[in-house]
C-alpha cells in the first residue's frame, strides 16, 4: 500500500558529503514517522534518524553532529544529509516510514524500502 523509493546513496572518501532521499507513494492517509535505518555486514539493522510527526527527530549516537534529516511533508519525502562521513558509516541504509495507508480502510503500517548502498572509503 505504500511504496518508498530511495535515491542518494554512493561511493564517497571519508570527510565527504552525500545526501539521501526517499519518497513515499500510495494510498497515504498520514505519515507517523519516517526515516533512515542502516544495516552493515554482520551487524544487526540500527537507527541512523528518525523524524516523528509531531514530536521530533531522532538520531543514532554514532552520528549525532554529522547528520540532519528533514521532511518535506507536501511530497511525502525524506532527506537524510550526511556529512564528515567515516568508513564505518558504511551500510545499507533502509527508508523507513510508519504510515496510515488504505483504499477504502487506513490501517497503520510499517513500510521499508529496498536499501541504497553508501560506501566510505578511507
Known amino acids: 500500500q505504500v511504496h518508498l523509493e530511495e535515491s542518494g546513496g554512493g561511493l564517497v572518501q571519508a570527510g565527504g558529503s552525500l545526501r539521501l532521499s526517499c519518497a513515499a507513494s500510495?494510498?497515504?492517509?498520514?505519515?507517523?514517522?519516517m526515516g533512515w535505518y542502516r544495516q552493515a555486514p554482520g551487524n544487526q539493522r540500527e537507527l541512523v534518524a528518525l523524524s516523528v510527526t509531531g514530536s521530533g527527530t531522532n538520531y543514532g549516537d554514532s552520528v549525532k553532529g554529522r547528520f540532519t534529516i528533514s521532511r518535506d511533508n507536501a511530497k511525502n519525502t525524506v532527506y537524510l544529509q550526511m556529512n564528515s562521513l567515516k568508513p564505518e558509516d558504511t551500510a545499507v541504509y533502509y527508508c523507513?516510514?510508519?504510515?496510515?495507508?488504505?483504499?477504502?480502510?487506513?490501517?497503520?503500517?510499517?513500510?521499508w524500502g529496498q536499501g541504497t548502498q553508501v560506501t566510505v572509503s578511507s
Open positions: 500510495g494510498n497515504i492517509f498520514s505519515i507517523n514517522s
Open positions: 523507513y516510514a510508519d504510515a496510515n495507508a488504505g483504499l477504502i480502510f487506513n490501517r497503520r503500517g510499517e513500510y
